[in-house]
């Protein structure tokens, strides 16, 4: 089995851009043993990164809350990151920041160490099984819960809050499903194991507020598109029993794109106009140039 270790190309390693093979770390590195690492994960769109400098600041962000400084500016990053698209001839893509704390001090402290950065790309196709743009995909319940942001650095990318995710991705497709629905520490809905979800009843779209989890980039673009076309958005908390009111569902995020929800557990959502309208006008977003030519 050939891995994401074994790929061609080139990574943007601490500033320099260096073959796929020799982009390497050593065990000892505190990020490995501690989970002092933080990530972003854009798209780019016919060779255009999307909301590149907004991932970037978010980067920035998530490693201040992890107590650490990226030690290369946004704009460095932007430029970095679009290199990476170019060396790697590659027009549609993932691209993967790392923020992460070396190999020079072991233990808890890590004061003396060094903050590394990489950003890597590949061309990576849909998240979900692209069947599920026409049926909606089929979500379960997650056991863990979204952390109380007193326990947890809750407004970073971090890769440490991956964990249960990751387990409770498996759960979801060991038992098939696509994803698991992940509640909050006070059992309201919260997100998908790497995605936002957003509810639809009587032409309205109702979504949890993002006090516990990411306030996904797409999020916010999708609550930004459902806007001008006059639709009202509400931020609120939304309790399990609720979702029987929800006519339609959908998740956001960068890799998930905007993506339909025909079932969560024993609750089915239709994919509806409203959901559909999103997915397209999402699509159109992310490659405007597209757009324009159509228009043309
Ligand atoms: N929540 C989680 C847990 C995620 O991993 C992601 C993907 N980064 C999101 C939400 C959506 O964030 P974004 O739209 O910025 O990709």
Redesign the pocket.
Known sequence: MSGYDQREGVIWFNGELIPWDDARVHLLTHALHYGSAVFE?MRAYDGEIFKLTE?NQ?LHTSAEILDFEVPYSVAELDKAAREVVRANNLSDAYIRPLAWRGSEQMGVSAQKTKINVAIAAWDWGSYFDPAAREKGLKLTFAKYCRPDPRTAPVHS?AAG??MI?TVEKHRAERAGFADAVMLDWRGQIA??????IFFVKDGAITTPTPDC??D????RTVIGLAKQRGWKVIETSIMPEELSGFTECFI?????EVMPVGSIGDYTFEVGDITRTLMDDYAALVRPARAVAAAG
């Not at 997100?191 to 936002?196: L, R």
């Not at 996904?216 to 999020?219: E, H, K, L, N």
């Not at 956001?252 to 998930?256: D, F, M, P």
Request: overall charge positive; glycine content about 16%; hydrophobic content about 30%.
């Open positions: 994960g991932h978010r990318k809050l991956y995710c997100e998908c194991t790497g995605a936002n989890f990411l996904g980039i797409t999020r956001s995020g960068t890799a998930a």
